[in-house]
């Protein structure tokens, strides 16, 4: 399958100071959809991680747009306000309508990324068909909550979580409470052995694909099953 990968630049809304944000699409022959994905909070658009998730989804023929966070881009440490994250996201998906006005757009990301992305869909109405989150972190590790979750239930699009079994940022019975509350536009599939940052434990490990093949047949899984709900 042919794949073509290219550098590009995202021109952040007003809120991210109109920086130029680093980002690169890859587009296998044939996508008919594309996923925006946002990186988490510890490492940029090119982490290892990020592009695990973009290789898992061309695999299974989705196009992906990767970008950089305002506050990556500009080497800071600590990650951007609510109001900048969502505006960077906005952006990104933006970018990508305009640029791929033929291909279906979803949104998300790891961890943090995915996260703000919820955030952004209910400030701005992205013009996408639902949501797409990566190792959801539903509270910090050994603290199990559910604040990160309250205003998941006024999302009306359909939201996919994929969290592996060892997650420690997502307790699983909260998770699976947490999804289950939000009816039939959510689902949760669990990543056979995985942590929060995708490390999987093989000798116990029963799925026989890797973790990012695994995460890609996920979302084809329920793309398929979201086309068929109409």
């Known amino acids: 399958m042919a794949l073509l990968t290219e550098a590009v630049e995202v021109v952040g809304y007003e809120s991210c100071a109109g920086l130029k944000l680093d980002a690169q699409v890859q587009l296998p022959g044939g996508a008919t959809e594309m996923v925006v994905l946002a990186h988490g909070a510890g490492a940029g658009y090119d982490h290892a991680n990020m592009l695990g998730i973009s290789r898992g989804l061309a695999a299974h023929g989705f196009a992906s747009l990767r970008f950089n966070f305002p506050f990556m881009q500009q ?8 109001e900048v994250s969502t505006a960077a996201i906005a952006s990104a998906v933006d970018w990508a309508h305009r640029t791929y006005p033929n291909l279906r757009l979803w949104a998300g990301g790891h961890s943090f990324g995915g996260r703000m992305a919820s955030h952004c869909e209910l400030d701005y109405e992205l013009p996408i068909e639902g949501l797409v989150f990566c190792s959801f972190p539903l509270h910090p590790a050994k603290k199990p909550d559910r604040l990160r979750a309250k205003h998941l239930p006024f999302i009306n699009k359909p939201m996919l979580f994929m969290t592996g079994t060892r997650d420690a940022l997502a307790d699983p019975l909260l998770l699976a ?11 949760l599939r669990w990543l056979d052995t995985a942590d929060h940052g995708y490390k999987t434990l093989q000798r116990t490990r029963l799925h026989p694909s890797d973790v990012f093949d695994e995460l890609g047949e996920h979302l084809a899984e329920f793309v398929t099953s979201h086309d068929a709900r109409g």
């Open 177 to 187: 409470e947490v999804v289950g509350e939000l009816g039939d536009r959510a689902r």
């Open 75 to 82: 080497g800071k440490r600590r990650v951007d306000s609510r």
